[in-house]
């Protein structure tokens, strides 16, 4: 079974909201293997809401409608959703009491145009809701499921638990659906999908989906079948081919961070990071502790941005900074190696460069390992975010493949 999530309101058209039911409902149903394959939101027009409940029930067995069962004029899912399905409505006595008797838990009296929340389809089935006045429904038709249901979360969650899931877990087939979650670091996304699409396009089960972000890539690999270890197996199937091509660049497969991995690293050995900053202004430290946990491998660090500070706090001579300038090499290998010193650490980062101005990208690496100290020339791009991203993305990037190979 394919689904299709349709929220509904004019109000998730602004910039603030954001439609968080539609992730609770797909993990929801990929649970019952069922497959969400579209998602949109649709204003308060019944026109267009009728047209896209039509062109759902084309093309999926399921469409879910979220919100628009309110009381007023401008809540349009009944009237659209009758209209989708050529049926009409009728007046439900016991829903409309139902609705009564919630008010008068809270000492209030319905107005008159609540009665509109208990005009029902022609055919459909009630879903009470014991958190709101609005009930839900559910149209069975012909292999064609439409199921209504309030917008907020704390109303239709529940409902979904109690009554969504059990009914579809009665009519579906036994189905799982597994994922696999590749994280791949410092590659183009044009080049990682040059490599692997000659091999993911063969297959339609699992479907590969590619998401791309500023010096991370994330490989999602989806498997449908009878039962999980049949799942898992196709997932295996692909996964190790794309594995094979990419090899250590893959730096996750479920997921992890770029800081959690390397996190994980150094908490699985019993070693420690310190960093010592200039041009990143703390967000190599700030990306490393964000895990939980950190604390047991983050050693401490070191915000130098002036070239008094690097002398005071790292011991860069300011000899070594007047001749090599504080965006070189030199002095990125003498911030790593100042911070590790300081610290003990095992390992130290640092970085100094700029995030822009006429020399924006130039940035320097460093660093420090039990074995040596040396230092990357980066040639970034960007606006002054994007650079300050990439510099700890490459910072995180050279210490997890020197960890690994360090530890050999």
């Known amino acids: 079974m394919?689904?299709?999530?349709?929220?509904?309101?004019?109000?998730m058209l602004t910039p603030d909201k954001i439609d968080t039911n539609s992730l609770y409902l797909t993990q929801e149903l990929n649970t019952l293997g069922i497959e969400v394959v579209a998602k949109s939101i649709i204003g308060d027009d019944r026109a267009k809401l009728t047209a896209a409940i039509a062109a759902a029930l084309a093309s999926s067995e399921l469409a879910i409608l979220t919100g628009g069962l309110?009381?007023?004029?401008?809540?349009?899912?009944r009237d659209a959703a009758a209209a989708a399905l050529g049926v009409g409505q009728h007046y439900d006595e016991s829903v409309w009491h139902q609705i009564e008797e919630r008010f008068k838990k809270f000492n209030r009296t319905p107005s008159a145009n609540n009665r509109r929340q208990a005009d029902i389809l022609d055919g459909a089935e009630v879903l009470p809701n014991p958190n709101g006045t609005a009930p839900g429904q559910w149209f069975s038709r012909s292999g064609k499921i439409v199921v209504m249901l309030p917008g907020p979360p704390r109303e239709l969650k529940p409902m979904v638990a109690s009554q969504i899931v059990p009914k579809l877990s009665q009519i579906l087939p036994p189905m799982a659906i597994r994922a696999r979650w590749y994280r791949v670091a410092l590659m183009g996304e044009s080049d990682l999908d040059s490599l692997i699409a000659?091999?993911?396009?063969k297959y339609t089960n699992p479907v590969t989906t590619i998401l791309a972000a500023a010096g991370d890539i994330d490989i999602h690999l989806r498997a449908r079948s009878a039962n999980a270890e049949e799942a898992e197996n196709l997932l295996e199937d692909l996964g190790s081919h794309i594995e094979s091509l990419i090899g250590d660049r893959i730096y996750s497969n479920n997921g992890d961070t770029l800081s959690k991995t390397v996190g994980d690293m150094l908490r699985a050995l019993g070693q420690t990071v310190a960093v010592a900053e200039s041009c990143t202004g703390g967000l190599l430290?700030?990306?490393?502790t964000e895990v939980s946990g950190s604390s047991r491998y983050f050693a401490g660090g070191f915000l130098t941005y002036t070239n008094e500070m690097k002398t005071a706090l790292l011991d860069v001579p300011s000899a070594l900074i007047e001749k090599h300038t504080e965006v070189s090499e030199e002095v990125a290998i003498a911030m790593a190696s100042g911070a590790r010193a300081k610290t003990h650490a095992t390992y130290a980062l640092s970085v100094t460069g700029y995030a822009d101005g006429d020399q924006a990208g130039l940035v320097f690496i460093g660093l420090a390992t039990p074995k040596h100290t040396h230092a990357r020339r980066l040639s970034l791009f960007g606006d002054r975010?994007?650079?300050?991203?990439?510099?700890?993305i490459n910072c995180l990037d050279w210490l997890r493949r020197s960890i690994a190979h360090e530890s050999r």
């Open 385 to 392: 975010q994007r650079v300050r991203g990439l510099a700890v």
């Open 198 to 201: 000659p091999i993911y396009t």
């Open 285 to 288: 430290g700030a990306t490393i």
């Open 2 to 11: 394919n689904a299709e999530i349709i929220a509904v309101g004019s109000e």
């Open 70 to 77: 309110g009381p007023t004029e401008d809540d349009v899912t």
